[in-house]
């Protein structure tokens, strides 16, 4: 099933492309808009003729995302912090505290937190 048009995903990748362009030649110093426009121009040029293949390698490219490396990330950091925070008994949503109410009690809060809350 495919969602998007081959000739969307081109212009989508285009774009990603000359964002990363942007930021490396503004961080190095050597950003032109004469360079950004020939860039821009060749890569919208090459993305649309290959548009077909361009297509088929990100459905891969998203299969791929999605069932590996985001499982791994739940897996290695998601999981490992539950772990860590049930072994520390860290209570981050201060559920364990109140007994009967959720509600924290106005009289253990300070002042000084009340008006600098950010």
Not at 37 to 46: H, Q, W
Not at 80 to 87: D, N, R, T
Not at 101 to 117: C, E, N, P
Request: glycine share 4%.
């Amino acid at each position: 099933m495919e969602l998007s048009s081959p000739r969307f995903k081109a212009i989508a990748v285009t774009a990603g492309f000359s964002l990363w362009f942007f930021i490396i030649s503004s961080a190095t110093g050597l950003f032109s808009f004469e360079a950004f426009a020939i860039f821009v121009a060749i890569t919208i040029s090459i993305t649309q003729i290959f548009a077909l293949k361009l297509s088929k390698a990100l459905d891969i490219f998203a299969l791929i995302n999605t069932k590996i490396f985001l499982g791994i990330l739940f897996v290695f950091v998601v999981s490992l912090y539950g772990i860590f925070f049930k072994v520390l008994h860290i209570d981050l949503l201060r559920l364990k505290k109140q007994s009967s109410s959720y509600w924290l009690d106005t009289d253990k809060i300070k002042q000084s937190t009340i008006f600098r809350q950010y």
